[in-house]
């Protein structure tokens, strides 16, 4: 068994830059790889030199970071130049058990999922551990073991800050709902996609022959449906974080008569945040009339051992949990968005059709995925 | 041969001319002008200087300063000086100086012309005399000593003895030429050993592409050839430059072993500070393990599972040159610490919270930041081989006809890509941690570093089974082929596998028994540690049992697979020292430890490269490779290693800790480290120094081959699996995709019934029959 | 692709309307003061429908013919998280006197 077999390699060179020829098989020669690996490497650099332990320290490598990000899609580029001819003419089957007859790009994304889930998992057990491993700032708070001035270490649920008012819920809770839309939207895409062109034509009333064309335009739009949900959670989830937004005048009243809603960030819940004081750990807030009667604190004060005040918290650990997992798995979405904008793209241009629609389902395991991802962090981040 | 002759001859003549030439300067210098003593102050008594007589300076430094006084002793030994009752008239001295100014202290001395000294009458009665002297401005100085020691009768006699003797010191030269010489930084050493390594690669490569096209050496036909190499999504490619970056790297990792022995080799040594130790041995570890042993591995896994499995090319080819190209830039943020001097100091393992501390050398950020590009890299691969294993064998190859070989790396990445995400995200915290601020492992604000600990042996052990197991799919493939026969128990070998597979998540408690974890875990993981013998055991007995009554084919790798038997046993045997809670709690952190994981790791995983290198290199290269130089390989190398590592069980059991940058021979009650152990730390150095060139053996073996070796045939060893079946070097693609190949089993007659968990499993499955094609 | 139908009605269709409500239900049930221990059992109790209704119907794990062998395979790291959840997530350091009695020399108080 030795030699060449013609028909596949020889007289084919295609350029490692531009669109492979799918007819031939697996794709040949991408610059792509290199490229990607480059800029990856770039970017990790150059964030590591902007931020020192917490702060600033080169503002100047942030043009390493740009410089990063900019390679990096370069060779994204390169790779999407080269599926985009992708026509569903190569699609190899697993041959034999356990996925016998199931595309290898399924079962491919699928064993991703798997190491997605370890990934979700660790993230997890992080914050299971520190938050029953580290006391709960109320839990102290009411014990009263805290004087005034002096920071306890404590965890801090955001989802003490977030569920106390429905304002702060609000940007979370659109997400959510966000989020299960934009599933939707994609699942309708991978439906159209998939809908061959008599009962295409037939359904919307579209001529035979522009059919392929109408099809992929109206894919495309469920896509960027899909994509503008996703930009939609990512800037809420900023407005959360960092920004905050105005309430509006009627419902002023409803939110303690503040005209504004603070960020996450702006009421001190940061990772920064060593000597976090907030209103609901201040006993002369209300009066002190939030003060439960049967804690320890009441007593204390009542007998006059404890001077109340405001308690002072290093919340740190809580703050680090929170961001890092919320923020891994926005991470997540944006990746999304990058490959639902590459698609929405190839939708414009006529590409997608009944032949190449499981490329959609595959990207939508991964989006529904990412869903799943935040069912189980939105009840336990944003709501508990 | 006359040629040859002449040639030793000239060259035995150049040697002793250069010899003699590197002495010259020093017969020059030798003293003279004994006579002139005799002029002045000590009228000598004794005609022949006599070595009985032993005359000294004291005070003298070994590099003057300039102008500076130095009080000299001057005093001798010896003679019959003494032997009188009474104390008078014992000695004289007469003390010479080329450069610099002598002054007398008392009245025992007196000077000459401010360069020549010699005892006064009353200095007569005594053996030693002191004398300032001014040291010159720069330049050297030259002393000339004479004594005498006489027996004290009053006159010169015949017993009367005297010697002299003569010393230069150093000073300050004009300008700064002179200084002492500065002893070199080994990050300098490093840093020069790297680049001149990265130099020879080149050159490698460059003569290489020479030797593949001597007509078309130059850039018109080298830019598309390195290209295509830049490019390729080839397995085989892929596989190559897998070769070619772990052997790089593993030389890397051997330097810097080196310079950790020869910290080591003597007691209380400052080759290198503390400082650079605990870089070196971070960075030699994280090295071997990440940037070495792993795209060893990955090398065969990309070479031989297409080929084992009869599939044309991996599933995700793109993703696969994706994965290797993640490494080397990888490993370039690894190593950036290495030149900036600040390389990690935070043991392989990292642990926290020295990890995220300020006092961290600040390579430390970017070793993170590496490793997690590891961490995608080991994904996207996990990824990739675990669908092509799944997906793409040849029809005809059910699960229980695959190699073993692809068995173990099949097994090797499910346990790599489900555990390696946990390291992911504990490396990510780190990184956070240490850039933007975030507080997961700063224990002021209640951060816990033992959650660092439990994500790092989370994968950290998986992750030495992932080293392993590919060693045991080689090991399977070799001893079968060799000993002639099928491998005995295969079914038993794949259980075992998977069970270590599975084990390997429930043991990693072990490597915190003193760290003060759960005590409830620590006696769970004690239990199932234990477990861990069992399969392995099984393998060993099945090879054991592969080999009798076979018949065993003594070629190189055959060597290598006996000495990875030896070596990996008894790494295995010191392993079960450790599940114990109380005999771990004493070899904890001693040298006992690395001498286990060193038989492991290298007595395990590397020698098992070596051995597949020699059993595949014909297939992939299409040459076979020198035996003789392979025998030469195998009995340096095995010596060596035992060499290095065997006595470490001794010092370890003796107390010698481990991640200390030195050691001393003390009789302390606590640390008794006794005399002995200084001749085992020298010898091991030297046996490393051995391993270390005796591997170059097989380098100068691999390239020999490439250039000269003879033509090799499909099946030089008379293998059973697929990539046999090709021919040497394979096709690219390595099997026709549209015409793959078929298996055939001898016993495919004897059509059994499925079990009833076979049929539960074939009910899970699609149809078999292709044309109902499913749902879309 | 689904080859049914949930009441007649288009799968997708039903299911995105059952996780809006769901989620709807959830976020009220955290407005409402109802005491930690009931919140959270009526969040793990809605979360696990919601998982499993996105697993089965969006990720296609039921109802095609390669759902049962996918299913398996989705749940394949399982034991892998539970050993991480339960070794990571749920141990913290302590001292042997937390050790259960049992594996306590008699002696030891």
């Not at chain 1, 699928?110 to 839990?139: H, K």
């Amino acid at each position: 068994m030795s030699g060449d077999y013609g028909h596949d390699d020889h007289g084919h060179h295609a350029s490692p830059w531009g669109p492979h020829d799918w007819s031939h098989g697996a794709p040949h020669n991408s610059f792509a790889p290199l490229i990607m690996s480059a800029g990856f490497a770039l970017f990790l650099y150059g964030f590591a030199n902007v931020f020192v332990g917490g702060e600033v320290a080169d503002l100047g490598a942030l043009s390493g970071v740009m410089l990063g990000l900019i390679i990096v899609t370069i060779g994204l580029l390169v790779w999407w130049r080269q599926d985009m001819t992708f026509d569903g003419v190569y699609e190899p089957k697993a041959t034999g058990a356990p996925f016998r007859n199931i595309d290898i790009r399924k079962v491919s994304m699928w064993i991703f999922l798997m190491s997605e889930m370890m990934v979700f998992t660790s993230l997890f057990s992080t914050y299971i551990r520190y938050r029953l491993g580290i006391p709960n700032c109320n839990d102290v708070f009411l014990s009263g073991e805290w004087i005034e001035g002096t920071s306890v270490v404590c965890f801090e649920p955001a989802a003490h800050l977030i569920a106390s008012s429905w304002f702060h819920l609000a940007p979370g809770a659109v997400n959510t709902f966000a989020l299960i839309i934009s599933s939707f939207t994609v699942v309708l895409a991978l439906k159209t996609a998939k809908m061959s062109d008599k009962k295409y034509s037939d359904k919307y009333e579209v001529e035979m022959e522009n059919v392929q064309a109408h099809r992929s335009r109206k894919v495309a739009v469920f896509l960027g449906a899909t994509l503008f949900l996703a930009t939609l959670f990512l800037t809420l989830k900023m407005i959360e974080w960092f920004v905050g937004f105005p309430t509006p005048g009627p419902l002023t009243n409803l939110n303690h008569g503040h005209s504004e809603i603070a960020s996450l960030y702006t009421e001190g819940y940061r990772i920064n945040a060593d000597t976090y004081q907030h209103y609901a750990y201040d006993t002369s807030y209300h009066d002190g009339k939030d003060i439960p009667p049967d804690s320890a604190l009441y007593s204390m004060m009542q007998a006059g051992t404890h001077p109340g005040g405001v308690m002072m918290a290093d919340i740190r650990v809580g703050a680090s949990t929170f961001f890092v997992t919320t923020g891994t798995h926005g991470v997540h979405v944006l990746a999304g968005m990058i490959g639902l904008a590459y698609m929405t793209l190839k939708g414009l241009r006529g590409g997608w059709g009944p032949s190449n629609a499981v490329t959609i389902e595959y990207f939508g395991l991964y989006w529904h995925f990412v869903d799943l991802v935040w069912v189980l962090v939105f009840p336990f981040f944003y709501l508990f | 041969m006359m040629q040859q002759k002449s040639f030793i001859r000239t060259l035995v003549l150049l040697t002793v001319l250069g010899l003699a030439l590197s002495m010259a300067p020093k017969a020059d210098s030798l003293p003279t002008g004994i006579n002139g003593f005799s002029e002045k102050g000590c009228t000598c008594h004794g005609a022949v200087p006599d070595p009985g007589v032993t005359p000294s300076i004291e005070g003298l430094p070994a590099n003057f300063n300039a102008s500076t006084t130095y009080t000299l002793t001057i005093s001798f030994t010896g003679g019959p000086s003494g032997t009188s009752a009474a104390p008078e008239n014992l000695g004289g001295f007469n003390l010479a100086v080329d450069s610099g100014t002598l002054a007398n202290i008392g009245e025992d001395v007196q000077i000459w012309g401010s360069n020549e000294a010699g005892h006064t009458e009353l200095g007569n009665d005594q053996t030693s005399w002191n004398v300032d002297w001014t040291s010159p401005a720069s330049g050297s100085a030259t002393f000339t000593l004479a004594t005498n020691s006489v027996n004290g009768d009053g006159g010169a006699s015949p017993d009367d003895k005297w010697n002299m003797m003569s010393m230069t010191v150093q000073g300050p030269s004009a300008g700064a030429a002179a200084e002492e010489l500065q002893s070199a930084d080994p990050f300098v050493v490093l840093i020069t050993l790297i680049i001149v390594s990265g130099i020879l690669l080149a050159s490698v490569i460059l003569y290489t592409f020479y030797r593949v096209s001597p007509d078309g050496f130059n850039w018109d036909s080298f830019s598309p050839w390195i290209v295509e190499w830049l490019t390729s999504t080839d397995h085989k490619k892929v596989g190559t430059l897998y070769f070619i970056a772990g052997f790089f790297f593993l030389g890397v990792g051997g330097v810097m072993a080196l310079l950790i022995r020869i910290q080591l080799a003597v007691p209380g040594n400052d080759f290198l500070t503390q400082d650079q130790y605990n870089s070196f041995f971070t960075m030699h570890g994280t090295t071997m393990i990440f940037l070495a042993a792993m795209p060893l591995i990955n090398g065969f896994a990309n070479w031989l599972i297409p080929l084992q499995i009869g599939a044309h090319d991996l599933a995700l080819p793109r993703i696969n040159a994706m994965s290797f190209w993640l490494q080397p830039f990888a490993a370039l943020l690894i190593f950036t610490g290495v030149f900036s001097g600040q390389a990690a100091d935070v043991g392989w393992t990292g642990y926290a919270p020295y990890i995220v501390s300020e006092t961290a050398h600040t390579g430390t950020t970017l070793w993170a930041a590496g490793q997690i590009m590891l961490v995608a890299s080991s994904t996207l691969t996990g990824i990739n081989f675990l669908a092509t294993i799944c997906g793409m064998r040849a029809p005809g190859m059910g699960w229980m006809q695959m190699p073993l070989f692809t068995w173990s790396i099949f097994i090797a990445n499910l346990m790599l890509f489900l555990s390696i995400p946990a390291w992911g995200v504990g490396l990510i915290q780190v990184y956070l941690d240490r850039t933007i601020g975030t507080a997961f492992y700063h224990v002021a604000s209640g951060g816990d570093p033992l959650l660092w600990s439990h994500l790092f042996w989370y994968f950290g052990h998986p992750e030495v089974y992932v080293v392993i197991l590919p060693a045991f799919g080689v090991i399977s493939e070799v001893l079968a082929t060799s000993a002639r026969r099928s491998v005995f128990g295969y079914r038993s070998m794949v259980y075992a596998m998977a069970g270590i597979g599975i084990v390997a998540f429930i043991v990693y408690g072990h490597h915190m028994f003193t760290s003060g974890m759960s005590p409830t875990l620590r006696f769970v993981t004690m239990l199932t540690t234990m477990l861990v013998a069992v399969p392995t055991g099984i393998k060993i007995f099945n090879w054991l049992k592969t080999m009798h009554r076979g018949s065993l084919v003594y070629r190189t790798h055959t060597l290598w697979a006996l000495g990875f038997l030896v070596t990996f046993t008894l790494g295995g045997i010191s392993g079960m020292f450790f599940p114990s809670l109380a005999m771990d709690t004493h070899l904890h952190e001693t040298y006992f430890v690395v001498a286990h994981f060193h038989y492991v790791f290298v007595g395990g995983t590397v020698f098992g490269v070596f051995c597949g290198i020699y059993y595949w290199f014909p297939k992939m290269s299409g040459r076979m490779m020198d035996e003789k130089l392979g025998l030469l390989h195998f009995l340096t190398g095995f010596i060596s290693f035992n060499g290095i590592f065997w006595p470490m069980h001794k010092l370890g059991v003796l107390g010698m800790a481990r991640r200390h940058h030195t050691w001393f021979i003390t009789t302390d009650d606590f640390a008794n480290i006794p005399a002995e152990m200084a001749s085992w730390n020298l010898f091991i150095t030297v046996s490393a120094f051995l391993f270390f060139f005796s591997n170059f053996i097989m380098v100068a073996n691999m390239i020999k081959t490439v250039v000269a070796g003879e033509k090799a045939p499909a099946d030089p060893w008379g293998g059973w699996s697929f990539e046999w079946m090709c021919s040497s070097p394979p096709p690219t693609p390595s099997f026709d995709p549209h015409n793959p190949p078929v298996l055939r089993d001898a016993n495919e007659h004897i059509a059994s019934e499925p079990t009833r968990f076979g049929q539960w499993f074939e009910s899970l499955m699609m149809p078999e029959d292709d044309e109902k094609e499913v749902s879309h | 692709m689904a080859h049914y139908t949930i009441f007649g009605k288009d799968p997708y269709w039903m299911n995105f309307w059952g996780l809006m409500i769901l989620t709807a239900i959830e976020v009220a049930a955290v407005g409402v003061e109802l005491g930690d221990t009931i919140t959270m059992s009526i969040l793990v109790g809605i979360a696990i429908p919601k998982f499993i209704m996105i697993a089965a119907i969006f990720m296609h794990l039921y109802g095609d013919a390669d759902s049962k062998i996918l299913t398996m395979t989705a749940l394949f790291p399982a034991f892998f998280i539970i050993v991480m959840v339960f070794f990571i997530g749920l141990t913290s350091p302590g001292a042997a006197t937390e050790l259960p009695a049992w594996c306590r020399p008699s002696y030891w108080t």
